[in-house]
Each structure stands twice: as C-alpha cells, then as structure tokens.
C-alpha cells in the first residue's frame, strides 16, 4: 500500500537554528514527491516537486532533497516567517494523478 | 490572478441539511480535486476529475457527490449532512499528467455540522 510519513510531527526551533524535516514514502513507482507550506486558515503552498534520487531544489532558506526512500526539507537560519505546517505528498506512476499526502510537521520558529 | 477560488470560505449546517461548495479555477488546469482535512489525518481525497466529463471516486467519496459544471468548474455536494462531514474541505486544480501534475489549491471551506 502506498504511504507517506512525515517526522517529527512539530518542531520549534530558535530563530538561525538549522534542522531538517523528514518524508519517508512507500510507493510503487514514484512519479514525483512535492513540498508544500501551509499557514493557518490558508491552503497549501506549493514549495518544491522532485522526480529522481539524488535531485535537490532551493529556494531561500529552504533546500529539498530526495533519495529511493525519503525526502527531506532542510531549513537554514530559519526566521519566525518559517513557521508554518510542511507537508509531503507523492504521486504514483500507476494509474491517475492523485497525491498521497502525510500529516505534515508543524514548524514552529521563535525569535 | 486568483487561481483555485471557494465558496464560501465558512458553513454551519444542521444535521440533514444539504449544501454545495464552489470551486473554481483561472489557469486552464485539466484537472481539479476536492479533498478533506481533519486534524491528524492530513489531507484526503473526496473525488477528482481527470479532465472535463470526467469524475472518479477518491479515498474518502461516501456522502459527497460532484459536478464538474465545465473546464472551470468543479463542485461538491453534500446531500444530507452528518457531524462527521465537519471539516475543512480543499479545491485544487492541475494540469493533469507527466510532470506538470503540480496541484494548486484554494484558500479552503470550514463546515461545521451540527
């Protein structure tokens, strides 16, 4: 069966401290793995999309990388900006479109 | 440039009312979505439609109902509302298949059922 799980499930970090966020996934054949930002009361955001091991994408503070098993969001010198609910999601080869999302790690960063 | 537009942003409803809730998109996106968010469960899908005409059943599809109105447009029905249908319910949309199928969502619907 397909899965996704997100580690830890919330985080609170000083501000500049680095860390990372994990999604380790099951899937049959991996068509892609996406990151997405989600505030509180507002949709998810989309971050990041990788398709193959060994792949990786930034964008400010945040870097995404991806192996055969599990993805993660690493975070450098986060500001309280960052913090936010990450989620994780991936997408089959088999069949359709749909996403397999995780539960997300609540990101919290103080000042 | 709205995107993925809901309607309405909240609900309350009492047991066995219906409702409809509005989904639109501005992007020219094939394929749209509605999925579920409930506390520790994270997000699951309701029902999505591949391209306009077409509609398939999610993970979670008992007691919703779709239309997918035109290329824009993509609604969910709920008949006969149950407490359990509290939630807050997500529209995205994508450009259906290979590596475009990034899912852009809109800003949610919060039901309460009472």
């Known amino acids: 069966e397909d899965q996704v799980t997100q580690s830890p499930e919330a985080l609170r970090l000083q501000e500049g401290e680095s860390s990372s966020l994990n999604c380790s996934y099951t899937v049959s054949g991996l068509r892609g793995l996406f990151w997405y930002r989600q505030d509180p009361g507002k949709g998810p955001e989309f971050l990041f999309t990788l398709y193959s091991a060994g792949e990786e994408k930034e964008k400010e503070r945040l870097k995404a990388t991806l192996t055969k098993k599990e993805s993660f969001l690493h975070i450098t010198a986060p500001k309280p900006e960052d913090s936010a609910t990450y989620l994780c999601?991936?997408?089959?080869?088999?069949?359709?479109?749909?996403?397999?999302f995780g539960t997300g790690t609540r990101l919290k960063v103080l000042a | 440039n709205a995107g993925v537009t809901q309607t309405p942003k909240f609900q309350v409803l009492k047991t066995g009312q219906s409702m409809t809730l509005q989904c639109a998109q501005d992007m020219n996106h094939n394929s749209m979505y509605w999925y579920r968010q409930d506390p520790g469960m994270g997000l699951r899908l309701i029902y999505y439609?591949?391209?306009?005409?077409?509609?398939d059943k999610g993970e979670v599809p008992n007691g919703y109902n779709v239309s997918r109105l035109n290329k824009r447009e993509f609604s969910l029905r709920l008949e006969s509302a149950a407490p359990s249908q509290t939630s807050v319910y997500f529209c995205?949309?994508?450009?259906?298949?290979?590596?475009?199928?990034?899912?852009?969502f809109g800003a949610g619907t919060r039901l309460s059922v009472l």
């Open positions: 999601a991936v997408q089959a080869t088999s069949g359709t479109y749909k996403y397999i």
């Open positions: 439609s591949a391209s306009e005409g077409t509609t």
């Open positions: 995205a949309s994508s450009q259906g298949g290979g590596t475009l199928n990034i899912q852009y």
